[in-house]
């Protein structure tokens, strides 16, 4: 008999061992319900199978020892960090048992008690295994064999985890079930479900882990391409658009007053959105290229053919800066065309606000770009066609659903300045038609990256006054506002003060977050006329600053930005096809930042780029699901699996096909399962 989805989703709290107290432990961890328990895979595993003598142990190697506790020490590093240190003898020797940073072991790991620990032997005046992994033995007997290592939260600890994982799989396992059709699991030699969940959790050996892995990550991306499919066909089939009418005149006049003739790229954007808006059903499109591809115009394309038609559009952006630079490009584009365009912002006049809303709610505006202000209740539509949204990482998913909810049956575009990658797009956005612009309207760029050591400041900002003296503008951007004792990043106001001292007071400005909206108009207005050489900021021109004639950028604690940030400021220098340097400064701690570092070094392309930040951080921090509502997806090295996420689109949309809801008996047990995870669809 199989479990009913009522069990596995009671409350965690209720299941023998937890409670209240622990429940709170499990939430931080995203556990709430039993079968959040049992998808709480393991993010890696020890090979205890072979318990080792000290007297045997090599330096290098990972090992499993047990013995008894004989001394125990704490101390303080020269930097005041807290060294726990233990001494086990197991018989035939003794070796320290090490930990960094984890003082409170002290009232946890006392002497005589008997200890398994697991970790890298080194040497350092004395035999060590390094902030090693242990498992008091109160009675029980060790957790031995290959042995799964859990995310742990509060006073959680690896046996409890294993001691309750293994009680529901004893009590539940063998009516768990399967959904995943028999036809498609041996097309793709997948083992079934209760196999692989026994096996992701407690392996008898490497290739059983390898199996119960595959099946999972499959099982992942094919119920979430299923969920993708049926969105899809509810749009296609079920879901009445606009169907707007225009004319080839409209397009013609629309085209003569651009600065420049459009790439092919934006050409075919341009139709397909003719395409999309002539149609019965809603236009669900994204709409990616890189800074200074020209992504604007589409937009603006896109307001004015609704406007034509008596609907109003609504483009949402991130800042504040960029709505107002957004807004005055629109402005320009559309003037000729007896259209009213607004701006929304929260940093504006109370009085003109409310202009701005009557003109909305009225009609008497036809295209109104703002931020989040553009969310309020009392911002109100007579006729929202087309909701466009730029940035979309920037922005929630609810936050982007209470915008499009606004109109009844709007279109919807959103555009990214941040590719995505391909692996990234099949998953997150499988329901959306995606457009690509690669080409640049002003030609391609010549950014020559640099990375220096801190040691080299000297010599960069030497480098900034020569080219200033030659008529360049350029920029200088810092992680954040003022000094701060606990950090050593570098301050924008003090390197304010440093470059006024370098280039004279006349030739720099300074420009940050906590500015008011008229004081940041001022600053970018003055940089954008020339009058001003160096503008010095921080992360807040990462978008929405367009200064054709910059040509220089230097980042300092670049280390402390991430990949497609350091991408996007770049991207504001080279506009006008002049060559153009970016100087990276940094001395990176971590890994992470090296390789981050060094694909800016030799990487320009964005959409390679995009999929290097992907290896680096994993596409579980890409864009940062959890922050902004994508999709929590399993085994989340999804880069390394695009084969097999192809395949399991391929066979979501194939079944789809022959049986578009799900309701044949053969997939009962499949429509189930996937109304659990996604109940909304």
Partial sequence: ????????????????????????????????????????????????????????????????VRGRVVVTSLRRSRRGMGIFEAAVDDGTGIVLATWFNQSYLKDVIKKDVDILVYGKIDYYKKLRIISSDYEIIDGDEP?????????????????????????????????????????????????????????????????????????????????????????????????KGISHKFDFDLKKRFKDVLPFELTSDQ????????????????????????????????????????????????????????????????????SGFNVEVGLLISGMDKQYKQEIKEGLSKGEISVVVGTHALLQEDVEFRNLGLVVIDEQHKFGVKQREVLKQKGKIADYLIMTATPIPRTLALTLFGDM???????????????????????????????????????????????????????????VEKIYKEAKELLGTEEVLLLHGRMSSENKKDIIEKFQKGNVKVLVSTIVIEVGIDIPDASIMIIEDANRFGLSQLHQLRGRIGRSGQDAYCVLIADPKTEEATKRLDAMVNIDDGFTMSEEDLKIRGSGEFFGF?????????????????????????????????DPSLKTPVNKELRKELNCRFPQI
């Avoid at 020890?46 to 000290?54: A, G, H, P, T, V």
């Avoid at 395949?647 to 079944?655: I, M, P």
């Fill in 1 to 64: 008999m199989q479990v009913g989805n009522k069990i596995l989703t009671e409350d965690i709290r209720f299941l023998k061992g937890v409670g209240p107290k622990r429940a709170i432990d499990f939430s931080r961890i995203g556990v709430r319900t039993i079968r959040d328990l049992i998808y709480l895979f393991p993010h890696r595993y020890e090979d205890r199978r072979w318990i080792q003598n000290i007297s045997n142990l090599k330096i290098n190697q990972v090992s499993t």
């Fill in 143 to 239: 957790d031995l064999g290959i042995v799964s290592v859990y995310p742990l939260s509060g006073k959680l600890n690896q046996k409890i985890m294993r001691k309750l994982i293994k009680g529901i799989l004893d009590e539940f396992l063998s009516g768990l079930g399967e959904f995943i059709p028999y036809d498609i699991r041996m097309r793709f030699g997948l083992i079934n479900r209760v196999k692989a969940m026994r096996n992701i959790h407690f392996p008898q050996d490497e290739n059983i882990i390898y199996q119960a892995r595959k099946r999972f990550a499959f099982e992942e991306i094919f119920l979430l391409q299923l969920a993708i499919g049926i969105k899809r066909l509810k749009r296609k089939y079920f879901s």
């Fill in 267 to 334: 050409d075919k954007v341009l139709e397909r959105i003719e395409k999309d808006m002539s149609s019965s059903q809603p236009m669900n499109r994204l709409v990616q290229g890189e800074v200074g591809t020209g992504k604007t115009i589409v937009a603006s394309y896109g307001a004015l053919l609704t406007a034509s038609g008596g609907y109003q559009a609504a483009l949402m952006v991130p800042t504040e800066v960029l709505a107002q630079q957004q807004y005055i490009k629109i402005s320009e584009m559309l």
């Fill in 433 to 491: 038609d995606i457009s690509t612009i690669k080409e640049h309207p002003r030609g391609e760029r010549n950014i020559n990256t640099y990375w220096v050591s801190d040691e080299k400041r000297g010599n960069v900002y030497g480098f900034l006054r020569d080219m200033v003296k030659k008529g360049a503008q350029g920029f200088i951007v810092c992680p954040c506002i003022e000094d701060n004792p606990k950090n050593e990043n570098k301050a």
């Fill in 626 to 658: 959890k922050q902004h509502g994508f999709t929590d997806i399993k085994f989340q090295n999804i880069s390394g699996q695009i084969d097999l996420l192809e395949q399991a689109q391929q066979e979501a949309f194939q079944l789809l096909g022959k």
